[in-house]
């Protein structure tokens, strides 16, 4: 439509060229309600938008978009972020990581010598730990018919394997001084799983009691809470070569040194 048109409109209506005064759009939410989504979301961290903007209608009674919500939460430095693991852990689990800590505060640089830090691995040919990305142009909500097709393109295209191509079993240990042989434990896999027999067979008896000898008397053993370390066939075989383990409390692998390795 020509321009001329709304132009005559408006000096007809004013006597002149000068635009009438307009209305700013007005916000839908006040800064009390600003400050209601940002502290709902600090007090929950792991809320979604949609989340919040039904604590919002529910609370305030304030209807806005999700989208809104988002906004308001950036303009706050908030952003959403992939979140950290880790085990879950109840109140008697901290209770023993807390005295474990104390315990073993004041200790030495030459009793930590003493210990061997072990743990074992499963490795996968062909693993997946879902961080996989690939960059491409989005396809799916495109409304081009020819650009939906390029999630499936073969150079955005990510080739799995049944079952993870297989695994094995990979054991180590370090102390502070020395380390430990690779060993890889035969008959461990996806299907099966590490036993008893074959720890104390193909671990404790072929690698750790080795290296107790060579460490001597004080030599402490650190192989975590699985159950085929605590299991009474391990326990008792300790107690025939004169090993001793080191009481580590249950789901504490972030203490364990070994784990960075």
Same mark, same amino acid.
């Given at each position: 439509m020509d321009t001329t048109?709304?132009?005559?409109?408006?000096?007809?209506?004013?006597?002149?060229f000068i635009p009438r005064p307009q209305t700013n759009r007005h916000r839908s939410r006040s800064k009390t309600d600003d400050r209601f989504i940002v502290s709902t979301s600090l007090r929950n961290r792991h809320l979604?938008?949609?989340? =919040?903007?039904?604590?919002?209608?529910? =609370? &305030?009674?304030?209807?806005? #978009?999700?989208?809104?919500?988002r906004r308001r939460l950036k303009k706050a430095n908030l952003t959403p972020k &992939? *979140?950290?693991?880790?085990?879950? $852990?109840?109140?008697?689990?901290?209770q023993a990581r807390l005295q474990f800590s104390h315990k073993n505060l004041n200790w030495t640089i030459e009793q930590w010598s003493s210990i061997l830090f072990t743990d074992e691995s499963r490795m996968c040919l062909h693993g997946n730990n879902r961080r996989d990305r690939v960059y491409r142009r989005p396809g799916p909500r495109e409304k081009k018919p020819e650009e939906k097709k390029l999630r499936f393109l073969q150079c955005c295209f990510?080739?799995?394997? #049944?079952? #993870?191509g297989g695994s094995g079993m990979m054991c180590a240990?370090? #102390?502070?001084?020395?380390?430990?042989? $690779?060993?890889?434990?035969?008959? =461990?896999?996806? &299907?099966?799983?590490?036993?008893?027999?074959?720890?104390?067979?193909?671990?404790?008896?072929?690698?750790?009691? *080795?290296?107790?000898?060579?460490?001597?008397?004080?030599?402490? $053993?650190?192989?975590?809470?699985?159950?085929?370390?605590?299991?009474?066939?391990?326990?008792?075989?300790?107690?025939?070569?004169?090993?001793? *383990?080191?009481?580590?409390?249950?789901?504490? *692998?972030? $203490?364990?040194?070994?784990?960075?390795?």
């Open positions: 048109c709304f132009t005559s409109i408006a000096f007809q209506e004013t006597g002149g979604t938008g949609v989340n =919040v903007q039904q604590e919002l209608r529910r =609370v &305030r009674g304030v209807a806005v #978009s999700q989208w809104t919500i &992939r *979140p950290a693991r880790g085990p879950k $852990l109840t109140a008697a689990y901290r990510a080739e799995t394997v #049944s079952y #993870s240990g370090i #102390s502070y001084e020395r380390k430990t042989e $690779l060993v890889f434990v035969p008959g =461990v896999g996806w &299907r099966r799983g590490l036993t008893t027999q074959k720890y104390v067979e193909d671990i404790l008896l072929d690698h750790v009691v *080795p290296y107790a000898r060579y460490i001597g008397e004080d030599f402490v $053993l650190m192989h975590g809470n699985a159950w085929c370390h605590t299991a009474s066939v391990t326990r008792q075989f300790l107690e025939e070569v004169e090993i001793k *383990p080191m009481m580590w409390p249950a789901l504490s *692998p972030d $203490l364990n040194p070994i784990e960075h390795l």
